[in-house]
């Protein structure tokens, strides 16, 4: 497996998430600065952008919330299953703003040559502001820095358009298909 590592390296247990690194350098966010009371202009908040193989337990709790939020949560689901997702992930990254998690995403692959990006959630609330374009972008390159040539995902709730702006086509002759326990 090819390796940058200027990057955050996931699968190798190296560098988990210790310093700055081209993937989760921070930007501020599109559009004009945020307006206050009143009319007065405020600082716009930094996201921080951050792989991670291993969660603390407080960083767990608010996964949990984002993950019913996104209304992934099941009855039956536990903190330890969530534990062993984000450690099973090729890559899972996490979108902070201020110390708080708002957004996610992560990536699934052989370690060979193909993979899925799956689970791009963010807070409703930070919605629009170009944080889950940033998760896919993220994402992507980290997986094309790893080799893998082959890079999809399943657009579901009307995200089809939301993913072709970011480069991402239908498949032809392809229909995505799911069997339930």
């Known amino acids: 497996m090819k390796t940058n590592p200027s990057l955050t390296p996931f699968p190798s247990g190296k560098g988990q998430g210790r310093g700055r690194t081209p993937s989760n350098r921070h930007f501020p966010p599109p559009g004009p600065?945020?307006?206050?009371?009143?009319?007065?202009?405020?600082?716009?908040?930094?996201?921080?952008?951050?792989?991670?193989?291993?969660?603390?337990?407080?960083?767990?709790?608010?996964?949990?919330?984002?993950?019913?939020?996104?209304?992934?949560?099941?009855?039956?689901?536990?903190?330890?299953l969530l534990r062993r997702i984000v450690a099973g992930s090729h890559c899972y990254m996490l979108a902070v703003e201020s110390g708080r998690l708002v957004?996610?995403?992560?990536?699934?692959?052989?370690?060979?040559?193909?993979?899925?990006?799956q689970d791009v959630f963010v807070t409703p609330e930070r919605r629009g502001r170009g944080i889950a374009s940033a998760l896919v972008r993220r994402l992507e390159r980290r997986l094309r820095s790893d080799g893998l040539r082959w890079v999809g995902l399943?657009?579901?709730?009307?995200?089809?358009?939301f993913y072709e702006k970011l480069g991402?086509?239908?498949?032809?002759?392809?229909?995505?298909?799911?069997k339930e326990r």
């Open 103 to 117: 957004g996610m995403g992560r990536a699934l692959s052989d370690r060979a040559n193909d993979a899925y990006i």
């Open 33 to 80: 600065p945020p307006q206050g009371r009143e009319g007065r202009k405020v600082a716009a908040s930094v996201i921080h952008y951050l792989f991670v193989k291993r969660l603390s337990s407080s960083r767990l709790a608010e996964l949990v919330v984002l993950y019913k939020a996104a209304g992934w949560w099941k009855r039956g689901d536990t903190p330890a």
């Open 168 to 178: 991402f086509r239908r498949m032809k002759d392809a229909d995505p298909m799911l």
């Open 154 to 161: 399943i657009a579901a709730d009307r995200s089809r358009p």
